[in-house]
T-cell receptor, first 110, second 114 residues
Framework: NAGVTQTPKFQVLKTGQSMTLQCAQD?????MSWYRQDPGMGLRLIHY???????DQGEVPNGYNVSRSTTEDFPLRLLSAAPSQTSVYFC?????????FGQGTRLTVV | GNSVTQMEGPVTLSEEAFLTINCTYT??????LFWYVQYPGEGLQLLLK?????DKGSNKGFEATYRKETTSFHLEKGSVQVSDSAVYFC?????????????FGTGTSLTVIP
């Protein structure tokens, strides 16, 4: 049981490039979400999904797309990276009141 | 709306000192409250939780009591260790009408020195 797995752990992008951050969970949780963590701002919700085929926006969705074709996977797409998207990204799944987090992806946009 | 305000850091303590990290919240409805801990280079891990007023969550010597009258959930530990050095996040979760979203505080960095 691996829990929540995020790849890659580190990534450097040039402004305007696109990429997908991968997130997979093996706990059969319906609810998954993406957060970004910035100094002094805690974690902010980007997008979330309450089940396969259902996604919704969180607090800071601009510049990010998501889809949820299976219960296990919830990728986060940056279509045109900007320096303001430099951050640490966390994927989480939850069951009832408890959330389980991946180890994070540290993204730098130059 | 929903929000969490927690004590600014960083906090530096000597080993065996008493720890308090303050957390207050604003919420619509009846939230569940959490403390998460983040060790260097890792994701967040649940430390403790409380789901209703007057509940006390506890784990690894840490405690927090859900105080509805003061809208608070302060984290305490009687004697900290070097291994407790980490960033601590207070969070709340509200009901399914908001997708059971979490709202996090800004985090408090704790360093414990021998």
């Amino acid at each position: 049981n691996a829990g929540v797995t995020q790849t890659p752990k580190f990534q450097v992008l040039k402004t305007g490039q696109s990429m997908t951050l991968q997130c997979a969970q093996d706990m059969n949780h319906e609810y998954m979400s993406w957060y970004r963590q910035d100094p002094g701002m805690g974690l902010r919700l980007i997008h979330y999904s309450v089940g396969a085929g259902i996604t919704d926006q969180g607090e800071v969705p601009n510049g990010y797309n998501v889809s949820r074709s299976t219960t296990e996977d919830f990728p986060l797409r940056l279509l045109s990276a900007a320096p303001s998207q430099t951050s640490v990204y966390f994927c989480a799944s939850r069951k009832n009141t408890e959330a389980f987090f991946g180890q994070g992806t540290r993204l730098t946009v130059v | 709306g929903n929000s969490v305000t927690q004590m600014e850091g960083p906090v530096t303590l000597s080993e065996e000192a008493f720890l308090t990290i303050n957390c207050t919240y604003t919420a619509t409805g009846y939230p569940s409250l959490f403390w998460y801990v983040q060790y260097p280079g890792e994701g967040l891990q649940l430390l403790l939780k409380a789901t209703k007023a007057d509940d006390k969550g506890s784990n690894k010597g840490f405690e927090a009591t859900y105080r509805k009258e003061t809208t608070s959930f302060h984290l305490e530990k009687g004697s900290v260790q070097v291994s407790d050095s980490a960033v601590y996040f207070c969070a709340l979760s509200v009901g399914p009408e908001t997708g059971n979203q979490f709202y996090f505080g800004t985090g408090t960095s704790l360093t414990v020195i021998p």
